[in-house]
C-alpha cells in the first residue's frame, strides 16, 4: 500500500523558515518524480514544486521561486521543501504528492496519483 | 483567480446526475493538455478521481466519467450518493504561466 506521511509543520513568523519532511512507502520511491502542493485555509489547490526520480529536474511555481528548495533522499524514501522566507500567504496544508509523468505535446506533464495527509504550516506574528 | 474555471457549487439529489465543467483557455485545454480530476471529502486529502481526460483509476466507480472538448472539460457523476459530497478540482498545464501546472478553483457538490 502506498503511504505518504508528512511532518514538520507548525507555526513560523513571518520572514522565518521551515523545513517540511515526506516519509514515503509502499512503492519504489526512487523510480517516481514527487511534489508538493499546498492549500491555503478555505482555499483550492496550488502546485508548489516538482523532483524527478533522481533529482535532474526541478521545477517550482513563481509564488515561490527563489524561496523554497525541493529535494529528495531515495536511500531514505524522502522527500523535503525547505522553506525560507516566509510569509503569511504561505501559511497552508502542504501536501506530499507522487506523480505520474508521462509525454504530451512535446512535454512531460504529470497528474498526481497518491496524497499523503498533509501537514498544516501557519506564518503568523 | 484561478486559470481554470470551475462552479463554485453545483447540488444534486440522490440517484440523480450532475456535471461540473472545468473552462480554460488556448493555453492550457484548449492547447491539447490532458485534463486530471481530484475529489477532497471533507477534512481529508485529494484523491484521484479520473486522469487523462477519461480514464478512471483502479477503484474508482464507473458512476464518475470525464469528458473534454475545445477549451473545456466536464466531470459527470451519476446516480448521486451521499458520499460524493466533497470538493472536486480540475488540474491540467497552462503554456502561459512559465509552463506550469494549475488546479481549478474546485466545486463544492452537495447531496440534497
Known amino acids: 500500500e502506498v503511504q505518504l506521511v508528512e511532518s514538520g509543520g507548525g507555526l513560523v513568523k513571518p520572514g522565518g523558515s521551515l523545513r517540511l519532511s515526506c516519509a514515503a512507502s509502499g512503492f519504489t520511491f526512487s523510480s517516481y518524480s514527487m511534489n508538493w502542493v499546498r492549500q491555503a485555509p478555505g482555499k483550492g489547490l496550488e502546485w508548489v514544486s516538482s523532483?524527478?526520480?533522481?533529482?535532474?529536474?526541478?521545477y517550482y511555481a513563481d509564488s515561490v521561486k527563489g524561496r523554497f528548495t525541493i529535494s529528495r533522499d531515495n536511500a531514505k524514501n524522502s522527500l523535503y521543501l525547505q522553506m525560507n522566507s516566509l510569509r503569511a500567504e504561505d501559511t497552508a496544508v502542504y501536501y506530499c504528492a507522487r506523480d505520474r509523468s508521462y509525454l504530451q505535446i512535446q512535454l512531460w506533464l504529470f497528474y498526481f496519483d497518491y496524497w499523503g495527509q498533509g501537514t498544516l504550516v501557519t506564518v503568523s506574528s | 483567480q484561478s486559470v481554470l474555471t470551475q462552479p463554485p457549487s453545483v447540488s444534486g439529489a440522490p440517484g440523480q446526475r450532475v456535471t461540473i465543467s472545468c473552462t480554460g483557455s488556448?493555453?492550457?485545454?484548449?492547447?491539447?493538455?490532458?485534463v486530471h480530476w481530484y475529489q477532497q471529502l471533507p477534512g481529508t486529502a485529494p484523491k484521484l478521481l479520473i486522469y487523462?481526460?477519461?480514464n478512471r483509476p483502479s477503484g474508482v466507480p464507473d458512476r464518475f466519467s470525464g469528458s473534454k472538448s475545445g477549451t473545456s472539460a466536464s466531470l459527470a457523476i451519476t446516480g448521486l450518493q451521499a458520499e460524493d459530497e466533497a470538493d472536486y478540482y480540475c488540474q491540467s498545464y497552462d503554456s502561459s504561466l512559465s509552463g506550469s501546472m494549475v488546479f481549478g478553483g474546485g466545486t463544492k457538490l452537495t447531496v440534497l
Open positions: 523532483i524527478s526520480s533522481s533529482s535532474s529536474y526541478i
Open positions: 488556448s493555453s492550457n485545454i484548449g492547447a491539447g493538455y490532458d
Open positions: 487523462g481526460n477519461s
